[in-house]
């Protein structure tokens, strides 16, 4: 399994409040199965995860929607949590990245 990904480039879009478990565990497989996973964000430095409703540790953030296209990546994955969800929905770049993968038909997941 550590090569199955192996040439695949995964963009992991999310925002302060990410749900850490959500982020962390799939970062991991994706990275484990030969994955090169780039963390995007709405803005750039690093961004707070959360547990549920307790705040978890930060993320540093790979690059800003505004810097990257679908046309980048192989797959997207988003994950949830209290408040990430509602910030990608009101960011105009955020939301034409995930439409660029819809529209290509790449695989997308999303918690």
Known sequence: MADMLKGKKVAILAADMFERVE???PRK?????GADVEVVSIHDGEIKGFDHFDPA?????D????E?????YDALLVPGGVGNPDQLRGDENAVSFVRGF??????????
């Open 23 to 25: 982020l962390e565990e």
């Open 29 to 33: 497989a994706l990275e484990d199965a």
């Open 57 to 61: 540790n930060t993320v540093q953030v």
């Open 63 to 66: 690059r800003t929607v505004d």
């Open 68 to 72: 990257v296209s679908a046309d980048d």
């Open 102 to 111: 819809d529209e290509a038909e790449k695989p997308m997941a999303v918690i």
